[in-house]
């Protein structure tokens, strides 16, 4: 079973506007991590967000939130307020205590002005 | 350096040749991976060191590929007889821990 599921390969959003990128997990281990990247057309991963799975609230860093519903194991990355510079692919990455990062397939999100 | 570095960037070697891509961590990181992304795709697992113990190697697709880290800190990445099917990004990340990973700009490999 796949452990990591992003169900969207390609996301349009307005400038300016709100958008919810769609992220589920598989594990049966209590303890694990859970990580949101963006990688632009130049290549780099750029680390956006972490949640901790014994974390009450959802994490939040600037434009960016996760929506933490643990029972769905699920973990859908929200950025607010979308700038054209927010065009990348986005990964969804999950760690369990001492192993791998396995991550997702991707989401290609696109702003338009 | 702050951050992970790869060298070289960029690497084009003829199908049959060896090729070592090298991966510098962040100094004090424990855990070092290496991850294979192809073309549009999500990085796909090769192996994971924690100091100098490769602890797994399960992605590594063939005993063509090859990993080591003798001290703990710099990585080494070794592809024998390289195929076409080799031609990918491949990265590398270290962490502290359990946080987060942090990323090398990665070495983009064609092979011809």
């Not at chain 1, 972490?50 to 996760?66: M, V």
């Not at chain 1, 692919?89 to 991707?106: D, I, K, L, V």
């Not at chain 2, 080494?76 to 821990?97: F, P």
Request: proline share 4%; glycine share 10%.
């Amino acid at each position: 079973a796949q452990k990591i599921t992003q169900t969207q390969p390609g996301m349009f959003v307005q400038e300016k506007e709100a958008v919810t990128l769609d992220c589920t997990y598989d594990t049966s281990d209590p303890s694990y991590g859970l990580f949101w990247y963006k990688q632009p057309s130049s290549g780099e991963m750029i680390f956006l967000i972490y949640q901790g799975s014994y974390d009450q609230q959802n994490a939040t860093e600037g434009r960016y939130s996760l929506n933490f519903q643990k029972a769905r194991k699920s973990a859908n990355l929200v950025i607010s307020a979308s700038q054209l510079g927010d065009s990348a692919m986005y990964f969804c990455a999950m760690r369990e205590p001492g192993n791998q990062f396995y991550f997702g397939t991707g989401t290609s999100l696109t702003v338009i002005p | 350096g702050a951050g992970v570095s790869q060298s070289p960037r960029y690497k084009v070697a003829k199908r049959g040749q060896d090729v070592a891509l090298r991966c510098d961590p962040i100094s004090g990181h424990v855990s070092l991976f290496w991850y294979q992304q192809a073309l549009g795709q999500g990085p796909e697992f090769l192996t994971y060191f924690q100091n100098e113990a490769q602890l797994d190697k399960s992605g590594l697709p063939s005993d063509r590929f090859f990993a080591e880290r003798p001290e703990g800190s710099v990585s080494t990445l070794k592809i024998q007889r390289t195929q076409q099917e080799d031609s990918a990004v491949y990265l590398c990340a270290s962490s502290l821990g359990e946080g987060r990973a942090f990323f090398g700009q990665g070495t983009r490999l064609t092979v011809v």
